[in-house]
């Protein structure tokens, strides 16, 4: 499969419909802008910049970047969701205790390059969760965190929480800064531009969920949301969207597995032979199972009657998950 293009990614990013993260298990960072908010955007041969207010993010090509698409499950009984994952090499995972790496001299404004940059040492593969303060306590707090993991250092969250550093996303694709405040235990995140720390899952080190269907010797560097056809752009849940649905195709078709594909053709072909869904096959991978309940879901909101006693017997269960995902 072709990597990505400068090209491909600059149209993506324009749209101010797409979403944007960066990250791995337990710890991602998300870049988002409304349509009509204020955004400066600069192209050139080698990246693309995005900065507002709230957020701002940096996409290179430096590195061969492979694009695999796919549709999600939604937990509701009834939509599902789009991604575009932007995938490299799975790496090592460097080191997962707290580093200093200096002055961030490759921030995207230039009013933050002399703030000092930390890796949280909570990212995976690689990917890294890092923080960016000009403030001189937080700063050497983190200084003698240094050596040592995160979630060993329960005070220092106290004083990130009185800081509210910048956080900063880093991967080979480029990097996702979040300026918003970060939220109170317990406190839900701001609209826009944030970051999400699960610890339950950031111990795994592993670079996704097992519902993500990226193969094992491969990791997201970058990845794309596009509007979902199920929910607003604030996440409040609308009547299906077909335009919407169909806008991403073209990237299913392009840049899907070939196992989904499989997996489409073969429930598709038991609905047109009318065979019964008790006596059909049904996938026995977890991802064969989402992908057909997805294909289900997705001909019952087009009025296709077929798929009634399909869905009765094969998408009742809830999305399978892990302890801590949730969250």
């Known amino acids: 499969m072709e990597p990505a293009s400068l090209e491909l990614l600059g149209t993506l ?23 009509d908010e204020p955004a400066s955007i ?3 041969d080698r990246r693309i910049e995005t900065t507002t207010a709230r957020g701002a ?12 698409a796919w549709d999600g499950l939604a937990a509701d009984g009834e939509g599902w969701s789009h991604t575009l994952a932007f995938c490299i090499p799975r790496p090592a995972t460097a080191g997962r205790t ?11 404004r230039e009013s933050d390059r002399d703030a000092m940059l930390f890796d949280l040492g909570v990212g995976s593969g690689a990917v890294g969760m890092c923080l960016r303060t000009a403030d001189r306590a937080l700063a050497e707090a983190m200084i003698a965190a240094e050596g040592v993991p995160l979630l060993s250092v329960p005070a220092l969250m106290g004083e990130v929480l009185r800081a509210q550093p910048h956080r900063v996303l880093l991967s080979p694709a480029g990097r996702i800064e979040v300026f918003q405040p970060i939220p109170p235990p317990g406190g839900k995140s701001p609209a826009g531009p944030h970051t999400h720390l699960l610890p339950k899952l950031i111990g795994t080190d592993r670079p996704h969920s097992a519902n993500v269907p990226i ?20 996440g409040e849940k609308q009547p299906y969207d077909p335009a919407t649905d169909r806008a991403f195709a073209p990237m299913l078709a392009r840049y899907g597995l070939a196992d989904d594909a499989a997996v489409d053709a073969g ?5 047109r032979r009318r ?12 991802r064969g199972r989402t992908r057909a309940r997805i294909l289900l879901r997705r001909l019952a909101a087009a009025g296709d009657g077929r798929v009634k006693p399909w869905r009765i017997l094969h998408d009742r269960a809830p999305v399978e998950s892990e302890e801590g995902e949730e969250a």
Do not use: K
Request: net charge negative.
């Open 42 to 44: 600069e192209e050139s």
């Open 57 to 68: 993010m940096r996409i290179s090509t430096v590195e061969p970047l492979r694009p695999i």
């Open 98 to 108: 707290i580093r200093r790496l200096g002055a961030d001299r490759d921030a995207i």
């Open 13 to 35: 990013v324009r749209d101010p419909a797409n979403g944007w993260s960066i990250g791995s298990f337990g710890a991602i960072g998300e870049f988002v802008r409304d349509a």
């Open 275 to 286: 065979a019964a869904p008790e006596l059909a096959g049904w996938p026995a991978t977890r």
């Open 215 to 234: 193969p094992d010797d491969l990791q997201s560097a970058l990845s794309m949301h596009p509007r979902s056809p199920w929910r607003t752009p604030l």
């Open 267 to 271: 429930l598709l072909d038991a609905l």
